[in-house]
């Protein structure tokens, strides 16, 4: 049973979160710019990928356990709004990777919501897998 809560917690949450999260970037491309990805999607999956594992990851578990340490009940709503809330930092990691700083230009705003939609996938899973 500990194996497969491991399993949950460290590959199967983030996995399923940072595709809901790509899943989230494109339709908002779709949706609001009537564009798609095209030859820029294994850049953005790439990036994407790397951005959540080596910032975003680390962060929300962090903050996960921390979360269970100061909160005893009620984790399916404060994980994901812990996570949610952190979404500015992973965004600010990719934005200084391309040089810029500017939090609202268009291309940081999918990031935001790319790490939000992915925050808040990562606190429902993890809170099922505590």
Known sequence: ???FKNFGKYILTPLIAYLSGFYMYN???NIVWNQSLGNEMGAVLFYGA???LLVATPIY???????EIKFNKYHIFIFPSGCMCIFFIPTMFISALFGSFNPITSEALLFHAFFL???CVFGIGSAIFK
Do not use: C, V
């Open 1 to 3: 049973m500990k194996l």
């Open 27 to 29: 339709s908002i491309i």
């Open 50 to 52: 790397l951005a959540f």
């Open 61 to 67: 578990l962090l903050l996960i356990n921390w979360m």
């Open 117 to 119: 939609t992915s925050g």
